[in-house]
Nanobody, 127 residues
Framework: QVQLAESGGGLVQAGDSLRLSCAATGRAFSAANMGWFRQAPGKEREFVAV????????YVADSVKGRFTASRDNARNTVYLQMNNLKPEDTAVYYC????????????????????WGQGTQVTVSS
């Protein structure tokens, strides 16, 4: 499995940008799709973005489309989530996750498709 650690969260104002990082250990990282999820207070965890193992394909939730972008650097074992034009409704704990299947041919967005999770990083957006 892959061990994951998120960083980069913080308190920002609406309209600001943040870049989250997720550092991975374990050789399985470069073969895994990597996902970003978030959980707001009192709500269930929800899908935000996923990037393929090669970095050539990404998919984001409609709620963040045009504002959030996932990327990765396999040489550094790190995946990123660039968040622009942040809104108060983006306030949540953000988690990165590694996909179960090595070298998958498709992108997945369900929690059950991921089997390694980080501890999360808090993002708070004030209005």
């Amino acid at each position: 499995q892959v061990q994951l650690a998120e960083s980069g969260g913080g308190l920002v104002q609406a309209g600001d940008s943040l870049r989250l990082s997720c550092a991975a250990t374990g050789r399985a990282f470069s073969a895994a799709n990597m996902g970003w999820f978030r959980q707001a207070p009192g709500k269930e965890r929800e899908f935000v973005a996923v990037i393929s193992w090669s970095g050539s394909s990404t998919y984001v939730a409609d709620s963040v489309k045009g504002r959030f972008t996932a990327s990765r650097d396999n040489a550094r074992n790190t995946v990123y989530l660039q968040m622009n034009n942040l809104k108060p409704e983006d306030t949540a704990v953000y988690y990165c996750a590694a996909g179960r299947q090595p070298y998958p041919s498709a992108l997945f967005s369900r929690e059950g498709d991921f089997n390694s999770w980080g501890q999360g990083t808090q993002v708070t957006v004030s209005s």
